[in-house]
């Protein structure tokens, strides 16, 4: 998941055809994904967005749709 600020969007690579999403951001989930990544999600080196809550603090399996989403730098 890349976020584009200027244009509000974000974009979503798909792994399984390789094609790209792009998706309108609406600004409160903007600012949710934003409060979640600077006070909520455990500290850890993986780029995915979501990881698990509990110990050990990794990024969800292959399988979830939560554990294709990574942070676009």
Do not use: D
């Amino acid at each position: 998941m890349t976020w584009i600020g200027a244009n509000e969007t974000i974009r979503i690579r798909h792994n399984k055809t390789g094609a790209t999403s792009y998706l309108p951001l609406l600004p409160e989930v903007g600012e949710a994904i934003l409060k979640y990544l600077q006070k909520s999600r455990p500290k850890t080196a993986f780029r995915e967005v979501f990881i698990r809550c509990c110990a050990p603090y990794r990024p969800f399996k292959g399988g979830s749709n939560l554990g294709r989403l990574e942070i676009g730098r």
